[in-house]
């Protein structure tokens, strides 16, 4: 049996990039581009909700700020994260573009914060002319100067009560940024020698590259305690939000920047389904909330993006360069997809791989919750013959399928005598536990993981691409399998959870050599930067045990760095 699907991704059809906009350095800009930045925003956070997020001459402030808020959970944490963002701050340019008061020519500014770790908080970019103080004596911790000051400004309406504030007035942008410091360029040079976009993006348990936690670190740290800025739903009220994330994009586009293939890159999420029906893994899939798919978002200077990033004194180069892949570029994503069993298309991951996945788990999940139903049979309406009835011992294999012909056997692979899958480019295996262990078919898959219902109710997720797993309570769902934690939706309050494979814990050992030159005017000597609080990393559903590792490398990296009598921008 033959089933075709039409598969078509709605484009930005625009003309190949010629003329890019250059996104300058905070610290590059005139006073009078800085004061005119500053009054596009003054006059973009006055425009009405608009409450559409595809035309950003319509825009307002508070729309971005809305959208970013209802995404939270599944923007952050994830493969989603940059491109989702990158589209974000490529909407919100066109809208200060749009108010009139910045010129069409010029992209908006980022701010470098890495190159004045030591001593961020005496940007002007605090100034009373700008954007107002670090900090504030007010008892709410409002800002009262500068253009978003208390009485001037007005944050977001919060319907969904995500604003996790209860003092003050929706005039209050709330900012509590103490003297304590960020981390260094000098700490940010390891994540730029990342292999693929798994590493990159902290996805890899197995290597900690990014030993500063920039993003993270940029928004509580800059924020404070009990800030909008260090509040993971509300963020974008704070204008710094912009700054801030205009330099993680620079980031990922300096990464890109170093080998053809990385802007091809995508990878880190192994079952989300969208309105089109196909993987958060997928270039093509759409993102959350932006009218544009991952693949439109991979190339600063493609079809869809035209800019680029002037220099910053932070730009160090990586630690040691990455060895660069072979160049695979993604292929046109309309066309007429097949799920026969005899078809042998050649591209892994394309149209017929993310069809057949899309309509296996919308044939077995159940209504509620979106899961997967082992019981379910999906045999007739997509080629797959499913295992019938389900016990506590249910596998679930996801992934795409390496196997030849040969090892296919015209495009089946057996699971048990009364399960078979019915599909060359996708290893989507629902076996009793009667079935052989699957660890030859396992062994096969392509980042794809086994899902076991344990005896007590509890659900266990082993990874084939990685050695290791995720144990769900029984009072939970799995709803999302990310290459490092899955999302699962509690069964009665049906809210949102993201669990964590267990780490090792890596201890902060201080060299025995160790002599504290802090005072020595000679040197330059970096301090620890602050700890990002526990709250803010579970509003950003990040592994706080992961953190903690990453923190305690960087204790040691930067006393190594401190004892070399290292040199930085910052000093």
């Known amino acids: 049996m033959k089933l075709l699907a039409l598969i078509v991704v709605a484009g930005h059809a625009l003309a190949q990039c010629t003329n890019p906009r250059v996104r300058q350095e905070w610290n590059t800009l005139s006073s009078g581009d800085k004061s005119a930045f500053v009054a596009a925003c003054a006059a973009l956070a006055k425009r009405p909700l608009s409450n559409q997020y595809a035309d950003p001459s319509i825009m307002s402030w508070h729309d971005f700020v809305v959208t970013h808020s209802e995404n939270a959970f599944w923007s952050h944490g994830n493969a989603q994260f940059y491109p989702y963002h990158r589209a974000m701050v490529w909407q919100f340019e066109k809208a200060i573009i749009s108010t009139g008061l910045w010129p069409a020519s010029k992209g908006i500014p980022y701010w470098d914060w890495s190159a004045v770790s030591q001593n961020w908080w005496t940007s002007d970019v605090f100034s009373p002319s700008y954007f107002g103080s670090a900090s504030s004596p007010d008892p709410d911790i409002c800002v009262v100067d500068g253009a978003f000051a208390k009485g001037v400004y007005s944050v977001a309406p919060d319907a969904l009560k995500n604003r996790k504030i209860t003092t003050g007035d929706l005039t209050c942008l709330r900012r509590n940024g103490g003297q304590y410091v960020l981390p260094d360029a000098t700490s940010m040079q390891d994540a730029l020698s990342a292999g693929s976009y798994?590493?990159?993006?902290?996805?890899?348990?197995?290597?900690?590259y990014d030993l500063s936690n920039y993003h993270a670190s940029g928004h509580g740290t800059i924020g404070g305690p009990g800030s909008d800025l260090?509040?993971?739903?509300?963020?974008?009220?704070?204008?710094?939000?912009?700054l801030h994330h205009g330099f993680v994009d620079k980031y990922w586009f300096r990464w890109q920047s170093q080998c053809p293939q990385f802007k091809f890159d995508y990878t880190g999420v192994l079952k989300r389904q969208d309105a089109t029906g196909l993987t958060d893994s997928s270039p093509y899939a759409n993102l959350d909330s932006w009218p544009f798919t991952v693949q439109q978002m991979m190339d600063v200077q493609g079809d869809t993006l035209c800019y680029t990033y002037g220099p910053s004194k932070g730009d160090l180069p990586a630690s040691s360069p990455p060895a660069c892949p072979a160049v695979k570029p993604l292929t046109a994503q309309t066309g007429t997809a097949s799920s026969s069993a005899s078809t042998t298309g050649s591209a892994k991951g394309g149209v017929e791989d993310m069809w057949l996945r899309s309509m296996f788990v919308k044939l077995v999940k159940t209504p509620s919750l979106g899961s997967f139903n082992a019981g379910t049979s999906?045999?007739?309406s997509a080629g797959i013959d499913a295992a019938a009835g389900g016990d506590s011992g249910a596998i679930i294999i996801m992934g795409r399928d390496n196997t030849t012909d040969q090892d296919a056997g015209a495009g089946t692979v057996p699971v048990s005598a009364t399960g078979t899958v019915l599909a060359t480019q996708t290893a989507t295996i629902v076996a009793t536990s009667s079935a052989v262990a699957s660890k030859e078919v396992a062994s096969k898959v392509e980042d794809g993981y086994i899902e076991t219902q344990l005896p007590d109710g509890s659900t266990l997720v082993s990874y084939t691409h990685f050695n290791h797993t995720v144990q769900i309570p029984a009072t939970h769902e799995v709803f999302l399998v990310f290459s490092r934690s899955v999302a699962a939706i509690d069964k009665k309050t049906y809210k949102k959870k993201r669990f964590f494979s267990p780490l090792e814990p890596l201890e902060y050992s201080q060299p025995a050599n160790f002599t504290d030159l802090s005072n020595d005017p000679g040197r330059c000597w970096l301090k620890y930067?602050?700890?990002?609080?526990?709250?803010?990393?579970a509003g950003m559903n990040m592994d706080v045990a992961m953190y903690n590792n990453v923190y305690n490398l960087q204790m040691m990296a930067i006393d190594k760095f401190n004892m070399e009598s290292g040199t930085s921008p910052s000093c």
Do not use: H, M, R
């Open 198 to 208: 798994l590493q990159f993006t902290c996805q890899d348990p197995n290597t900690y």
């Open 529 to 537: 930067p602050q700890k990002v609080p526990e709250s803010y990393l």
């Open 230 to 242: 260090a509040d993971a739903s509300v963020s974008p009220n704070d204008p710094i939000f912009w």
């Open 378 to 380: 999906a045999a007739g």
